[in-house]
Every structure is written in C-alpha cells, then in structure tokens.
T-cell receptor
Framework: DAGITQSPRHKVTETGTPVTLRCHQTENHRYMYWYRQDPGHGLRLIHYSYGVKDTDKGEVSDGYSVSRSKTEDFLLTLESATSSQTSVYFC??????????????FGNGTRLTVT | AQKVTQAQTEISVVEKEDVTLDCVYETRDTTYYLFWYKQPPSGELVFLIRRNSFDEQNEISGRYSWNFQKSTSSFNFTITASQVVDSAVYFCALSEAIKAAGNKLTFGGGTRVLVKP
C-alpha cells in the first residue's frame, strides 16, 4: 500500500467554520492531489501540487485553498465551510516521471459533513 | 476539455455471470493514457490497469479483461465469472498533462457493480 495517511478520517462541522484536512505521505513523491467524491460525479480534482509551495487549481477549486510547506504534507482548507462541501475527500500521490502515464495512489479518504 | 463517460450507473448480476462496464472518453490529445480503478465497499480506491493510446492490444488479468478501441473512443472492462468480492464501484479515468511534466486524472462517474450470490 502507498504510504498515504489522511486525517481526520471523519469530521462533522458547522456551516461557516474553517476546516483543514491533512494528507501525509511517506513515499517522497513529487505530486500530490486533492479530489472530492460525490454521487454521480465520480472524483473531481480540487487542487494539486507539483512541488513544495507549488500548487495549482483543479476543476472544482472554489471555496478551497491548499498549502504544501514540506514534500510529505499537503493541506486542504475550507475557509468557511458550506453544506455543498459535504463530501468524501481523497488525497492522492504520484511519482510521475514526465510520461503522463503514472497512476495516482489514493489515501483512504476523509468523510466531511457540514451541518 | 477532457471527458469520461460511464453511462451505466449500476449493474446487478448473479454470481458467475459475466459483466461488462462501458467507458467512453473524449480527448484532443494524440497520445493519452486510460486507467481503471476499483472502489470496494470499504471505500479505498485501488488501481487496476493502465493503457496507453498507441497499444490497442486487449489485456487479460485473471478474470478481468479490457477492450480498448481507439476508433470508438472506448475502454471497456469485463469481469468474467463474477464473484461476490467483485461488488464495488468501478471508475474509468483519463490522464491529462499538468505543470512540471506531471499528470492528473479525469474520472468518469463510476459504475456500481452488485454481484448477488
């Protein structure tokens, strides 16, 4: 199994509160990703990182920010949580060596409920 | 923009039946990569297979087989002689280049397979 740990695994929070999800890897991979999974939508990319302090937006980035201060950690922050952000969040890593054929390896997910 | 469509949202079969999952993709890239993932009821995402666009040979791995047809932009997945343990959600995904020579995956909506004993 890829060494990816997501924390917390479950969280319930109230609308309007800030929330930070953490992803920690032990593989020293360059690329890290945050996806959200919702019924009927599969997995959609929120943000990704291609190095320390190097991040970019995905297709559903509104309302989310990320930070990567160390290779092993990638944080996802919801500045002011809304009910539409209730979802399962997956972190993924990839070693990608420039051929675009690298699979992503996923963590076990964080189930977030915004009430 | 790239797109992956899995038209079947749920398939129910009886054990030992074969089941085929459809995946249709859209891309402007001439070289691209396709993936299948499995998500069992426990929730983790498991990488199953990767296929590049310039290799149209079908692939078989045990009871799993994949049929890639570039002419119809499809990458279908067949489970032969299904078992209860095959019950899961299956995702098809398409790779796309990102900054610094990396890649990201665009996923289809998934197909839930229920295998009944």
């Amino acid at each position: 199994d890829a060494g990816i740990t997501q924390s917390p695994r479950h969280k319930v929070t109230e609308t309007g509160t800030p929330v930070t999800l953490r992803c920690h890897q032990t593989e020293n991979h360059r690329y890290m990703y945050w996806y959200r999974q919702d019924p009927g939508h599969g997995l959609r990319l929120i943000h990704y990182s291609y190095g320390v302090k190097d991040t970019d937006k995905g297709e559903v980035s509104d309302g989310y920010s990320v930070s990567r201060s160390k290779t092993e950690d990638f944080l996802l922050t919801l500045e002011s949580a809304t009910s539409s952000q209730t979802s399962v969040y997956f972190c993924a890593i990839s070693e990608s060596r420039g051929e675009r054929n690298s699979p992503l390896h996923f963590g076990n997910g964080t189930r977030l409920t915004v009430t | 923009a790239q797109k992956v469509t899995q038209a079947q949202t749920e398939i129910s079969v009886v054990e030992k039946e074969d089941v085929t999952l459809d995946c249709v993709y859209e891309t402007r890239d001439t070289t691209y990569y396709l993936f299948w993932y499995k998500q069992p009821p426990s929730g983790e995402l498991v990488f199953l297979i990767r296929r590049n666009s310039f290799d149209e040979q079908n692939e078989i791995s045990g009871r799993y087989s994949w049929n890639f047809q570039k002419s119809t932009s499809s990458f279908n997945f067949t489970i032969t002689a299904s078992q209860v343990v095959d019950s899961a959600v299956y995702f098809c995904a398409l790779s796309e280049a990102i900054k610094a020579a990396g890649n990201k995956l665009t996923f289809g909506g998934g197909t839930r397979v229920l295998v009944k004993p």
